[in-house]
């Protein structure tokens, strides 16, 4: 049994035969058409009260870096937007291309950005755990956050100075007091729309919010994320970690809302 990857045996076009969800009807990510997103004018601004957050730890899980929150209550919560309950932190991760021309998964009128933050939320109001939540239709909401080369980007240094920490695949560190509303850019602007997990299992149970608006980082601090590994430090073959995207998925029918005209 060979686990799901990025590769050429175990890639994004292979994962079906594991995981038959992949085939679902709100997969995620999708390409964003904006002229045929809907302007709805009832969907409310997103809040974030992430000020008594605690991270935890860096890890690399073989797929992506991940902070991970502690999430016992709802110190550390995403709400309004399309969403009726609070949705709390639980971790936030990231997909990468190879070079700046890929590495999103989701796209705009058919444009991938160098690559795509992901901050997980769970819906801590109707379910008892993060598992149980992330196979629940109304299960998790995830704000997702387009990146752009640019300026380097201040808050985002600290986490790309850790990378090195985390090289392998299997490895952690302790992240202290990482207050991610700082990878947030002024502008709140978002698409909304029902998917799915872009990783295996696939559960389509993500309220996915788009923002706008890119975070901007450097040249280099991109490819700081390019020096981490898929593999584990003992594993012969050291396959550095990058293009750890899905690509867009069939829209099945469905409306992507917009928040903004
Ligand atoms: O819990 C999650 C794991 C992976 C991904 S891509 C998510 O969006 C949520
Ligand atoms: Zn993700």
Not at 46 to 66: E, F, K, P, R
Not at 96 to 105: A, H, L, N, Q, V
Request: glycine share 8%; with cysteine.
């Amino acid at each position: 049994h060979h686990c799901w990857g990025y590769g050429e045996e175990n890639g994004p076009s292979d994962w079906y035969k594991d995981y038959s969800l992949a085939n679902g009807d709100r997969q995620s990510p999708i390409d964003i058409q904006s002229e045929q997103t809907v302007y709805n004018s009832s969907l409310k601004p997103i809040w974030v009260s992430y000020d008594a957050c605690t991270s935890l730890s860096i890890c690399n899980n073989g797929h992506s870096v991940m902070v991970e929150y502690e999430d016992c209550d709802d110190k550390t919560v995403i709400r309004g937007g399309p969403l009726e309950f609070p949705y709390r932190l639980k971790q936030f991760h990231f997909h990468w291309g190879g070079k700046d021309s890929r590495g999103s998964e989701h796209t705009v009128n058919g444009k991938s950005y160098p690559g795509e933050l992901h901050l997980v939320h769970w819906n801590a109001a109707k379910y008892k755990s993060f598992d149980e939540a992330a196979s629940a239709p109304d299960g998790l909401a995830v704000l997702g956050v387009f990146l752009e080369t640019g300026e380097k980007h201040s808050v985002l240094h600290r986490l790309t100075d850790a990378l090195y920490m985390v090289r392998f695949k299997e490895t952690k560190a302790q992240f202290k007091d990482f207050n991610p509303s700082g990878l947030l850019p002024d502008c709140l602007d978002y698409w909304t729309y029902r998917g799915s997990l872009t990783t295996p299992p696939l559960h389509e149970s993500v309220t996915w919010l788009m923002l706008k608006e890119p975070l901007y980082l450097s040249e280099k601090q991109m490819e700081k994320f390019r020096t981490l590994f898929f593999s584990g430090e003992e594993e012969g073959l050291r396959t550095r970690m990058m293009d750890n995207f899905r690509p867009p998925q069939p829209l099945k029918g469905r409306t992507v809302e917009a928040s903004f005209r």
